[in-house]
């Protein structure tokens, strides 16, 4: 279930939207995390697609697409991480084009969507 979306080309992105009751849902249905910490992890998978753009969902780890229960758990014992490849990813993004910076629509925006 996608807890969020995010606007991205090929360069990354400037706006992600979570939405607040698939995530008030998922934490309903079990007991292995709390709302905040399914939230956070949240926000930076989404965080990851508007710096490393298309094409950045993994078969594994933080940047899934989809958690599963194996994604709940790794979170649970703090090891849903970005992997090492995805950090380089990000850090050389960063570094090479400063986009976060000088995007022509204005810094990167996050919005959290709740029916209520």
């Given at each position: 279930?996608?807890?969020?979306?995010?606007?991205?080309?090929?360069?990354?992105g400037?706006?992600?939207t979570?939405?607040?009751?698939?995530?008030?849902?998922?934490?309903?249905?079990?007991?292995?995390?709390?709302?905040?910490?399914?939230?956070?992890?949240?926000?930076?998978?989404?965080?990851?697609?508007?710096?490393?753009?298309?094409?950045?969902?993994?078969?594994?780890?933080?940047?899934?697409?989809?958690?599963?229960?194996?994604?709940?758990?790794?979170?649970?014992?703090?090891?849903?991480?970005?992997?090492?490849?995805?950090?380089?990813?990000?850090?050389?993004?960063?570094?090479?084009?400063?986009?976060?910076?000088?995007?022509?629509?204005?810094?990167?925006?996050?919005?959290?969507?709740?029916?209520?």
């Open positions: 279930m996608a807890l969020g979306f995010s606007h991205v080309t090929s360069d990354g400037t706006y992600a979570l939405l607040m009751d698939l995530i008030e849902e998922l934490a309903d249905h079990q007991e292995l995390v709390s709302r905040g910490q399914i939230l956070g992890h949240a926000v930076a998978h989404e965080i990851g697609h508007l710096i490393m753009g298309l094409n950045s969902h993994s078969s594994h780890g933080l940047m899934r697409s989809g958690w599963k229960a194996k994604e709940l758990h790794d979170m649970a014992e703090r090891h849903l991480l970005f992997s090492k490849q995805e950090g380089e990813r990000m850090r050389i993004r960063i570094r090479s084009t400063d986009e976060l910076e000088t995007c022509a629509y204005g810094p990167p925006a996050l919005s959290v969507a709740s029916p209520r």
